[in-house]
T-cell receptor, first 111, second 115 residues
Framework: LAKTTQPISMDSYEGQEVNITCSHN???????ITWYQQFPSQGPRFIIQ???TKVTNEVASLFIPADRKSSTLSLPRVSLSDTAVYYC????????????FGAGTRLTVKP | GAVVSQHPSWVICKSGTSVKIECRSL??????MFWYRQFPKQSLMLMAT?????????EQGVEKDKFLINHASLTLSTLTVTSAHPEDSSFYIC???????????FGPGTRLLVL
């Protein structure tokens, strides 16, 4: 099981691009990288998932270098409502109970 | 699509009573459901994994006789906290996934307060 390491907290301002990096040095060949967003008193919400290179959706982009030992979640032009905790997870989709959350990164967006 | 609901969203109970929390996948069949617990300002902790029709697999340190999990159908899993105590007060979140999809879809969570 690949352990993930993220910064505990980050601050940003409205309109800025935010990049949150997650380290997963022990990532296995079959592991996918998934990012979730969680607001207080709510369940986590899926943001984006990838295996390698770059993935982009309407919410964010995910950059994964060739060695896959890290990944970067990029949030374009954040707003106050993006203040939340962001979790990086690494797991093998074939091992259904392999999804474990790290401490997450608490992002605070300021006006 | 892929909506997961939980009921109740809030529950307050007396110490020693049992509380049942329901987790439903509203628009898909969840072959696997997960139960998490989250204490204030902490990360989610996986409690157990349940596959429809099978006994749940509990994480180390989670008492299976205290946290009863039933996954009787492809759209419903229940977590029963038996003989609840104040230290069981927490935010309980379920998630569900279907077929070979790798994404888990999370419910909104249930906040339990044991007095």
């Amino acid at each position: 099981l690949a352990k993930t390491t993220q910064p505990i907290s980050m601050d940003s301002y409205e309109g800025q691009e935010v990049n949150i990096t997650c380290s997963h040095n022990n990532i296995a060949t079959n592991d996918y990288i998934t990012w979730y967003q969680q607001f207080p008193s709510q369940g986590p919400r899926f943001i984006i998932q990838g295996y390698k290179t770059k993935v982009t959706n309407e919410v964010a982009s995910l950059f994964i270098p060739a060695d896959r030992k890290s990944s970067t979640l990029s949030l374009p032009r954040v707003s106050l409502s993006d203040t939340a905790v962001y979790y990086c997870l690494v797991g093998d989709i074939l091992w259904v109970n392999d999804m474990r959350f790290g401490a997450g990164t608490r992002l605070t967006v300021k006006p | 699509g892929a909506v997961v609901s939980q009921h109740p969203s809030w529950v307050i109970c007396k110490s020693g009573t049992s509380v049942k929390i329901e987790c439903r996948s509203l628009d898909f069949q969840a072959t696997t459901m997960f139960w998490y617990r989250q204490f204030p300002k902490q990360s989610l902790m996986l409690m157990a994994t349940s596959n429809e029709g099978s006994k749940a697999t509990y994480e180390q340190g989670v008492e299976k006789d205290k946290f009863l999990i039933n996954h009787a159908s492809l759209t419903l899993s229940t977590l029963t906290v038996t003989s609840a105590h104040p230290e069981d007060s927490s935010f309980y979140i379920c998630s569900a996934r279907y077929d070979s999809q790798e994404t888990q879809y999370f419910g909104p969570g249930t906040r339990l307060l044991v007095l």
